[in-house]
């Protein structure tokens, strides 16, 4: 079976402008989350989706959002982008019919600096 | 407060050593512990899953999870080099957001 994909792995932009993050999950995984990864620290909870909507979402503002489609595969947004959106963002898809609760499965992240 | 604490380290080693890494949190609702390992430029592999109090063995790994102090371990045996990794606790209460601590760093030497 096929792991979590993410594209680009890495990207520049600058304070202002506008990203889009891809990613595809896991086959047979139906819910996909996304964490935002700073230096040092660990993931932080974005937002999660669930048959293409919103299933829960973290402390972060509307700038940021999402998409998933019927594939499964899954988008992240970012608008007007400022210094602090500098990070590791990471894609992980979970199968709610597995064993326990929220077992993630990670992609290797798309490393976005903002200049 | 955050709601998971643990410590950054650097912890270094030398090979075959017994790795001890520990966090705390304060949210009692936590249900489902974790602990997943992130190598540099890759993204965190699930380690070790536990529900609610006990211990956990898997090789040379261990987990224990103490709900009454809020405290949760992770023992490595016979570390080895390619154990060399951040290790990040991670906990939720069944919803759909896992929090995750720090992680800390481990070197270990051969």
């Known amino acids: 079976e096929t792991g979590v994909t993410q594209s680009p792995t890495h990207l520049i932009k600058t304070r202002g402008q506008q990203v889009t993050l891809r990613c595809s999950s896991q086959?047979?995984?139906?819910?996909v989350s996304w964490y935002q990864q700073a230096l040092g620290q660990g993931p932080q909870f974005i937002f999660q989706y669930y048959r293409e909507e919103e299933n829960g979402r973290g402390n972060f503002p509307p700038r940021f959002s999402g998409l998933q489609f019927p594939n499964y595969s899954s988008e992240l947004n970012v608008n007007a982008l400022e210094l602090d959106d500098s990070a590791l963002y990471l894609c992980a898809s979970t199968n709610p019919l597995g064993v326990g609760a929220n077992v993630l499965t990670f992609g290797a992240g798309s490393r976005l600096t903002v200049l | 407060q955050k709601e998971v604490e643990q410590d950054p380290g650097p912890l270094s080693v030398p090979e075959g050593a017994i790795v001890s890494l520990n966090c705390t949190y304060s949210?009692?609702?936590?249900?489902?512990f974790m602990w997943y390992r992130q190598y540099s430029r890759k993204g965190p592999e699930l380690l070790m899953y536990t529900y609610s109090s006990g211990n956990k063995e898997d090789g040379r790994f261990t987990a224990q999870v103490d709900k009454s102090s809020k405290y949760i371990s992770l023992f490595i045996r016979d570390s080895q080099p390619s154990d060399s990794a951040t290790y990040l606790c991670?906990?939720?209460?069944?919803?759909?957001?896992?929090?995750f601590g720090a992680g800390t760093r481990l070197f270990v030497k051969a």
């Open positions: 949210n009692s609702a936590f249900q489902y």
């Open positions: 086959s047979g995984h139906n819910t």
């Open positions: 991670a906990m939720d209460t069944g919803g759909f957001k896992t929090i």
